[in-house]
């Protein structure tokens, strides 16, 4: 009666290591749903990689992971005046990221001296400093140093995704920006540190030799987590069948069978996150022809769904309930038990899982 995550742990686990071999001073990124695993499985296994630091999304995210991982925790949204209230027994831990000079002179004027990154404005256009306001910071961290001031852990550029040798060169000029603004220098705690997102392992180790002086910081969340797809599988159970006739009524809403066949409950709904649909970011001819055409199935209730039975993808009977769903198998079809186990392909990220097996 449930939707589960089975691992194949051998596979994931030397997926793993492989990563963090190919990215010198990798950053997990540990935010959301844990990417279908769980914040607080992740935080575990990053402390099982030797992680000397993750990355949350929000700080909302960090009692979750705190307790289960002993190193630092950097928070990916920039702090805001009005961001929750780090815990006193966090404080040296938590790493914030600030990309506006109010948020920074905010919490220059603290007594905690808080730990943060600098972050650097990509092409995505999201957070961050210009060219100019990096310097500004700089100047500003300066002239607090009679006081408590900010303790700052590096910069920070986070990258576009799939732009391959373009986020190479994109990184290369920004770091010029960080040279310019005197964040590329080493000090009495070791070098300077950039931490980014979304560059290749051979794009880092093109910079590496670029600037021998600066500790690059990868980020990586997918990659890392989901990176291995053939460990992963997803599978929901059959709860009953139903064989139907043309023009007989069913579900919540009394709709007619277009053809004979059979109804087929299986265990995922709503709450798991299934029939449920992010924004696609493909822009191709084909992708907009696929959406016309699934619109137009949905006009006639034959959306269709994640599940596979019989080698093919299925088509709802009706839209998804909260915690089962409703297909439609056509006469000729081979019907599973109940009890079966069907296959489903889900977004990891949007995806309540009720068990995670690792095998």
Partial sequence: MSVVLH???????????????????????????????????????????????????????????????????????????????????????VVHTVGRLEDLAAL??????????????????????????????????AAHRGGPGVTVEGTSIHLPLGHGEDNLKEADRLLTDVVAAGL?????????????????????????????????????????????????RVTAQVLDSHPVERGETFGYRGRAIPRNGTLLVV?????????????????GLKARVGTLARGGLDAVGMARSPYTVGGKLRYFAEPPHMQASMLFLPSGTQVPAVGDEVELRVRFTATAFDRVEIS
Wanted: hydrophobic share 40%; net charge positive; proline share 7%.
């Fill in 108 to 141: 220059l004027a603290t007594e905690t001296r808080p730990r943060v990154i600098l972050e650097r404005m990509t092409s995505m256009k999201r957070h961050g400093f210009t060219a100019r306001g990096l310097r500004e910071a700089t100047s500003l961290i």
């Fill in 7 to 93: 691992v194949d742990g051998d596979r994931w686990r030397a997926h793993l290591r492989e990563v963090a071999a190919r990215r010198p001073g990798l950053v997990p990124v540990i935010k959301g749903n844990g990417y279908g695993f769980g914040n607080a499985r992740l935080a575990r296994k990053a402390g099982w990689l030797g992680a000397e630091a993750v990355a949350v999304g929000t700080y909302d995210e960090v009692p979750d992971v705190a307790p289960r991982y002993d190193g630092d925790l950097v928070v990916l949204t920039p702090w805001r005046p009005f961001a929750p209230e780090v815990p006193a027994s966090l404080s040296t831990r």
């Fill in 184 to 232: 590329a220098q080493a000090d009495d705690r070791g070098p300077a540190q950039v931490w980014v997102s979304h560059l290749s392992a051979d794009a880092l180790a093109t910079l590496a030799g670029r600037y021998p002086e600066v500790r690059f910081r990868p980020r990586a969340g997918t990659e890392l987590w989901l990176g291995e797809r053939g460990a992963l």
């Fill in 267 to 283: 265990s995922g709904g709503t709450a798991h996150g299934i029939g449920l649909e992010a924004p696609s970011g493909d822009l």
